[in-house]
């Protein structure tokens, strides 16, 4: 199974609304991630896990709160987002890179969320 | 601060024409170099990687690409364009030392396949 897949695909939520996303994979990967990708642009990192710790959080609003419950899930919970966060969210998996090595992240099909 | 560069947002170009989509990258230590391929509304899916090695590389779907150091270039190539190629492309790098995680992406290249 090479598959990460996303829920929901499609997501609208008000500005004072708790949503989540969430990310599965069943690949073994100990590394997950999540982008931000805005309409025509590149991906954007936005966070990275490590075998279910923090490893790397890109200055993200703290309207944002990633979680990982475990090595196979990856949440991504919106709280009291703004119209400019409307975006795909992607998420991705990999196993951990270390040193020189390099392990291909696998993407997921994305989260499309509009704010109003 | 390594970056990327793709020249030309967009490409379009006949069905059966060669398609070339130019990447370059600057970088005092060449980085780890990658394609990747992005369907509309869907997510992005590793086209082919440059790591070590043979400076040609072979991906899936025709697709290879040269990596040539001396002038910082990792451009995309396929002999023959087909409408199912029709994407949006980025060029990507990741530093061979420090953070291990961060993919630096280009801003992309639309291709567009004419019948």
């Known amino acids: 199974d090479t598959e990460v897949t996303q829920t929901p695909k499609h997501l609208v939520m008000g500005m004072t609304n708790k949503k989540s996303l969430k990310c599965e994979q069943h690949?073994?990967?100990?590394?997950m991630y999540w982008y931000k990708q805005k309409a025509k642009k590149p991906p954007e990192l936005m966070f990275v896990?490590?075998?279910?710790?923090?490893?790397i959080n890109e200055s993200v609003p703290s309207r944002f709160s990633p979680e990982c419950p475990n090595s196979s899930l990856l949440n991504l919970h919106l709280h009291a987002l703004q119209p400019e966060d409307s975006a795909l969210y992607l998420c991705?998996?990999?196993?951990?890179?270390?040193?020189?090595?390099?392990?291909?992240?696998?993407f997921g099909p994305g989260t499309r969320l509009t704010v109003l | 601060a390594q970056s990327v560069t793709q020249l030309g947002s967009h490409v379009s170009v006949s069905e059966g024409a060669l398609v070339l989509l130019r990447c370059n990258y600057s970088?005092?230590?060449?980085?780890?170099l990658f394609w990747y391929v992005q369907y509309p509304n869907q997510g992005l899916q590793l086209l082919l990687k440059y790591t070590t090695g043979a400076t040609l590389v072979k991906g899936i779907n025709g697709f290879e690409a040269e990596f040539k150091k001396s002038e910082t270039s990792f451009h995309l190539t396929k002999p023959s364009a087909h409408m199912s190629d029709a994407a949006e492309y980025f060029c990507a790098v990741r530093p061979r030392v420090g953070s291990n995680y961060k993919l630096t992406f280009g801003k992309g290249t639309l291709l567009t396949v004419n019948p």
């Open positions: 970088s005092s230590v060449p980085p780890y």
């Open positions: 896990y490590s075998y279910e710790k923090l490893s």
């Open positions: 991705a998996s990999s196993q951990p890179t270390r040193g020189r090595a390099y392990n291909e992240q696998f």
């Open positions: 690949m073994g990967h100990r590394a």
